[in-house]
């Protein structure tokens, strides 16, 4: 984009940091707000990202900033995906069309960024902990800079569906510690909102003058004149009854404000001018705003412009690629729902992730077996175990980097029970310009080590529906399935997937000296990298694991006595299938006979945002990187070299 396209901003220009908004008129302020959402827009449309949440926090954002001292007050963002107005403000507008790309600005809050960024966030509800621990680190003296100020949390209402947020709520209200908790409060997290707490909260903001009085008679009263706090709290008591919300904030601990129109700069600027200066313990200031605020395509949007990818200033049309295979998200949605077609016991559990997951078209066919639980992993995973134990044949589907959330309730309610829940892993390894937080790098690990887990990894969207067969039918014990984001490789799809039978691999092509054994989509460059090994004169064996557990032993220590070398690849960490298989190998004596054997798993450092090939290059999993491996264990190392 030229410059003669940007939009124009002459009173954003004069913002650096954010000291340069004290000295601005309110008028000034909301003209900044004005021009930050051009900007926002105008940035996104070049980079893609996050963009109706941003949108609908800007007046927020510029509020926060010229009534708190940031960094030495503390501004946390829950998730961080509402951040880009922020980071614009605070010292990165020169940098803010690199967002999301290979060393550009990450698309959400990160420490090592920006001074302006105390602390990282990717996944929800986690800012209200953090915030309560700033606070009581700066009560304790704990920071060298003793006048560490106040900590204050964003959080909207999706992840206030999440116990972390209450469990940090509870604490809070029970140390009493002066903190500030904003409700930033859209009626939408990524998908539409789900569950109680959204219904209470649309209770609190309905009949809007009544509100008001209600409002000003509530949460405002620690901040009144003394003379006027009796007569205050006796309204507050007459009202209570009459309320048609409730208390739940204030039972908690909280003083509550609100609701406030959250794109209302002069409320905004009272309220928080106010909670500022004479806040003594925890104070909720519940704000209403709109996702995509002023940006008329997002608006419209069914997810508010909740993600995008490159788009059109003006028509907001966005420039996706032309697919050339289903993606591997549709080809699950697709299976699960024949396979729903042909047993009723087939249900659906997600976490505030319908569309991602592909669960919102089997929650259009079968809606009475299909279950948003909210930003609710644990609950969720627990959930399938009731549905499991009581005869459905349920299946969890969630992102990989999300389902660690619920990790206790794998083990302790699904696991030790034997219970046959189905887990949909989707965004398994590397996922591109989210970066370490969304990446899918442990799964297999956490998962495989469970007594009695089946664990799965498809390596093309064939397999993939062959594996959703393979889970329906599955009913002795739980079982996990892998697949990454993105689309297929373009293989003939199958009518109908057909039950694998449990723990048995498949070769794909024989070959003399070395075997390779892929557990997943790698097994793509697999196949790229023996093309080239064969121009050299080097055919190796090409295997699909399909299972890390159980493993096809037969098959593996087959291998291990017919080849001088073996090697593992998985888009995966140090701990999963290259590590069972090597555990096999061990105990059966292998290397005792002299076999050599690598493993190719994801490096042990987080990979940071960049395209998912650059990030596989980064990890050394490219078919150049599983050339560069099989030529140095058949001690061809000099070629090899020669290619790094």
């Not at 694991?545 to 080849?563: C, E, G, S, Y």
Request: hydrophobic share 45%; with cysteine.
């Amino acid at each position: 984009m030229s410059d003669a396209q940007r939009p124009s901003t002459p009173t954003l220009d004069r913002v650096s940091v954010p000291a340069d908004l004290k000295g601005m008129s309110d008028s000034d302020l909301k003209r900044v707000a004005s021009e930050l959402r051009s900007e926002t827009i105008s940035a996104v449309s070049q980079t893609g990202g996050h963009l109706g949440a941003g949108l609908g926090v800007v007046e927020l954002t510029v509020a926060l900033h010229a009534v708190f001292d940031t960094p030495r007050d503390r501004l946390i963002w829950d998730v961080s995906h509402q951040t880009y107005p922020h980071k614009i403000l605070t010292g990165r507008r020169d940098r803010i069309r690199t967002l999301r790309q290979k060393g550009g600005l990450s698309g959400f809050t990160k420490r090592s960024e920006s001074p302006f960024d105390p602390f990282g966030a990717a996944h929800s509800s986690t800012s209200i902990s953090a915030a309560l621990g700033f606070s009581v680190a700066r009560d304790l003296g704990g920071a060298p800079d003793p006048s560490l100020g106040d900590a204050i949390a964003v959080i909207g209402d999706g992840s206030m569906s999440a116990g972390m947020a209450f469990e940090a709520m509870n604490n809070a209200g029970h140390l009493g510690k002066r903190l500030f908790v904003i409700l930033n409060d859209n009626e939408m997290s990524i998908a539409p909102p789900v569950g109680a707490l959204s219904s209470y909260l649309s209770r609190l903001y309905a009949n809007a003058p009544f509100q008001e009085l209600k409002a000003a008679a509530k949460g405002a009263v620690s901040f009144l004149p003394s003379p006027l706090q009796e007569g205050a709290k006796r309204a507050k008591e007459m009202l209570k009854g009459l309320a048609v919300g409730g208390t739940l904030f204030e039972e908690l601990g909280f003083s509550y404000i609100g609701p406030i129109d959250g794109h209302d700069m002069d409320q905004l600027l009272s309220v928080l001018r106010t909670v500022k200066s004479r806040a003594t313990g925890p104070v909720l200031i519940h704000a209403i705003t709109q996702k995509g605020k002023g940006y008329a395509p997002a608006e419209a949007a069914v997810d508010r412009g909740h993600a995008t990818a490159k788009f059109d200033l003006v028509t907001g049309k966005q420039a996706k690629a032309k697919s050339n295979a289903p993606s591997y998200t549709g080809v699950f949605a697709k299976a699960l729902l024949d396979a729903a077609a042909r047993d009723d016991k087939v249900v659906a559990v997600t976490a505030a992730m319908p569309d991602g997951t592909g669960l919102n078209l089997f929650a259009e066919r079968y809606p009475s077996r299909c279950f948003d639980v909210g930003i609710a992993e644990q609950h969720g995973v627990t959930f399938a175990a009731g549905l499991a134990a009581g005869g459905m044949k349920p299946f969890c589907a969630m992102y990989s980097t999300f389902l660690q959330r619920g990790y206790d309730q794998v083990v302790h309610d699904v696991a030790i029970q034997r219970l046959p829940v189905r887990f949909a892993i989707d965004r398994a390894g590397l996922v591109g310009a989210d970066g370490a937080t969304h990446a899918g790098s442990f799964d297999v690990a956490f998962l495989a080590n469970l007594p009695g887990f089946v664990v799965m990894a498809a390596a093309d969207e064939a397999e993939l529906v062959h594996m959703v067969a393979t889970a329906v039918a599955h009913d002795d014990g739980p079982i996990a399935f892998r697949y990454p984001r993105g689309e297929g490789v373009g293989v003939e799809m199958p009518l109908q997937g057909v039950p694998l039978e449990i723990g048995k691999g498949r070769l794909i092509q024989s070959g003399s000296r070395v075997a390779i054994l892929s557990f997943g989509t790698r097994l793509e460059e697999v196949k790229k990298a023996a093309e080239a090994l064969s121009a050299r004169g080097i055919t190796p064996t090409i295997a699909d694991a399909r299972f890390a557990k159980p493993l096809d032993r037969a098959m593996i220590l087959d291998l291990a006595q017919t080849h001088e070398a073996l090697i593992t690849i998985e888009e995966g960490a140090i701990g999963g299938f290259g590590s069972h298989v090597a555990d096999l190998l061990a105990n059966e004596g292998m290397f005792d006979h002299g076999l050599k054997f690598r493993t190719m798993v994801l490096p042990d450092i987080f990979i940071d945002q960049a395209s998912p090939e650059d990030m596989y290059r980064t990890a050394a999993l490219s078919a150049a990187d599983i050339e560069a491996k099989v030529l140095s264990v058949l001690g061809l190392g000099d070629i090899a070299s020669k290619r790094a």
